[in-house]
């Protein structure tokens, strides 16, 4: 039997962190509550970060404090502030996120990639500290092409990659923030990081050109078993301009199952868990095998 996929669903945390429409905490209460009862096990669910720079995501702390028992959730934290208000919660998974671009991280979080890993050192620390058992992820985006800066060397990816190693994370997850890539260059990044188990490698890859599940076969094809998604395909970040949704978990799921990979999700269900998401953004369901599953159904 073929190893079972690893699904971290990012939709409540990166598929809504872009929206202006203010959606009600109940509402991302319903979205995530659907989500776990259609299998999902690893949720992103909130970040605690400014809610200047992200408003949609101010209510992390009510949020944290309603989630459903059962799931391994995770947030994103920017800094010692962020640590401080994820602490006073249950969450016990922390993402801290940089990348291979200092155009990028400048914009995003206000600082270049030195002071990014500079300012998790204290948040490593103290994380591991207050909680012993939990669980540390590091993000890098822009791993093959920056908006800004254009092109990014393989290398560039693997030294970043190895400075959050270095700072204790416990795996590192690849954002390929714009859609851009195809397999060539995966495969390319692939050759290139070859320093690390693959259990501790998450692929992050945003679906704007269609581009993702080549881009995912690829890394499954390399030995590769966990995958950021996000569910209907929601998604963008913010300061990524023209960034496109997060590759659906549904295709995601469609692609792993038909290929023999068990990934615990009951599609059906997982296709209906957006909708009224979608709905209240005013936009219509988009991701496809969402669609065909929903299609089956009537
Ligand atoms: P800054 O403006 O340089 O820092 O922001 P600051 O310390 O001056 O803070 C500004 C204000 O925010 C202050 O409030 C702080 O108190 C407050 P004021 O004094 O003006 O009233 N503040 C906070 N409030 C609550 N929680 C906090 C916090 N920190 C400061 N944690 C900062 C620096 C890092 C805070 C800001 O840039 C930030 O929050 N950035 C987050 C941006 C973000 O969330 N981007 C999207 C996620 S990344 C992504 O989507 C990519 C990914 O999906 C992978 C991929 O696709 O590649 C992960
Ligand atoms: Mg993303």
């Known amino acids: 039997m073929k190893p079972a996929l690893r699904i971290i669903e990012v939709g409540p945390r ?23 009862s259609a299998g999902l096990r690893e949720i992103e669910a909130t970040s605690f970060v400014s809610p ?7 209510d992390a702390d009510e949020l944290a404090a309603l989630l459903p028992h059962g799931p391994q959730y995770s947030a994103l934290v920017p800094n010692e502030r962020g640590l401080a208000r994820l602490l006073a919660t ?13 155009d990028f991280t400048k914009r995003n979080i206000n600082m270049t990639i030195a002071e990014s890993l500079e300012a998790f050192k204290p948040v490593v620390e103290q994380f591991r500290a207050e909680r012993p ?72 890859f945003h679906d704007t050109r269609g581009t993702a599940i080549a881009n995912a076969a690829v890394a499954m094809e390399a030995g590769y078993m966990a995958f950021d998604a996000s569910a209907g395909g929601l998604g963008g970040c913010p ?32 296709a209906k868990a957006s909708l009224p998401v979608l709905a209240q953004l005013g936009k219509p369901p988009t991701a496809k095998s969402q669609l065909a599953a929903l299609a089956e159904e009537h």
């Open 239 to 270: 300061y990524a301009k023209g960034a496109g949704g997060n590759m659906a978990t549904e295709d995601l799921v469609y692609f792993a199952e038909r290929n023999g990979i068990s990934t615990g999700v009951n599609l059906m269900e997982l």
């Open 52 to 58: 200047k720079w992200v408003p949609q995501l101010a």
């Open 133 to 204: 058992n939990g669980f540390i992820r590091g993000y890098v985006s822009t791993v093959v092409q920056c908006p800004y800066a254009g092109m990014i060397p393989t290398q560039r990816v693997s030294e970043v990659t190895e400075a959050l190693f270095a700072l204790g994370v416990n795996e590192v997850s690849l954002g390929e923030t714009i859609g851009v890539a195809v397999p060539e260059e995966i495969e390319a990044l692939i050759d290139e990081l070859t320093n690390w188990p693959k259990e501790k490698i998450v692929w992050h």
């Open 90 to 102: 249950s969450i016990d998974r922390i993402a801290l996120f940089t990348a291979a671009s200092d």
């Open 14 to 36: 990166d598929g809504l962190q872009n929206e202006r429409t203010p959606l009600p905490t109940g509402d991302k209460l319903r979205f995530i509550n659907h989500l776990v």
